[in-house]
C-alpha cells in the first residue's frame, strides 16, 4: 500500500515536499516514482528512484526544479517541488515497481492533490 500526502495550495514560485509511505512490501526492493495527472490531461512522468543506488531519473521539464529522493529506512519517498508553477497544478501520485515505474508501474498510491495559484 502507498499512502501519499503533502498536497495542497501554493501560491506561484512557493514550495512543496510530497511524502509517500509505503506498507506491506519491502521497500528497497522496489523502484520509486512519481506522475501526475492535470485535469483534462493524461497522467505523465514526474520523476523516478532506483531501488539499489538511488539513481534519479526525471521528465525533462522538470529537471531542476523537482527532487525526488529515498529513505529507505523510513519506507518514504519524497518529492521536493520547488518554484512552482501554475501548470504543475494537477493530482501527484506516488508508484512503485520492482523494475522501474516506467512506463507503467505495478502498484500505484492515492493521489494527493496540488493546486498552485497564478
Known amino acids: 500500500q502507498l499512502q501519499a500526502s503533502g498536497g495542497g495550495l501554493v501560491q506561484a514560485g512557493g514550495s512543496l515536499r510530497l511524502s509517500c509511505v509505503a506498507s506491506?512490501?519491502?521497500?528497497?526492493?522496489?523502484?520509486m516514482g512519481w506522475f501526475r495527472q492535470a485535469p483534462g490531461k493524461e497522467r505523465e512522468f514526474v520523476a523516478a528512484?532506483?531501488?539499489?543506488?538511488?539513481?534519479?531519473y526525471y521528465a525533462d521539464s522538470l529537471k531542476g526544479r523537482f527532487t525526488i529522493s529515498r529513505d529507505n529506512a523510513k519506507n518514504t519517498v519524497y518529492l521536493q517541488m520547488n518554484t512552482l508553477k501554475p501548470e504543475d497544478t494537477a493530482v501527484y501520485y506516488c508508484?512503485?515497481?520492482?523494475?522501474?515505474?516506467?512506463?507503467?508501474?505495478?502498484?500505484w498510491g492515492q493521489g494527493t492533490q496540488v493546486t498552485v495559484s497564478s
Open positions: 528512484i532506483s531501488r539499489s543506488i538511488g539513481r534519479t
Open positions: 506491506g512490501c519491502t521497500f528497497s526492493n522496489y523502484a
Open positions: 508508484a512503485a515497481d520492482q523494475v522501474d515505474v516506467r512506463p507503467s508501474p505495478d502498484y
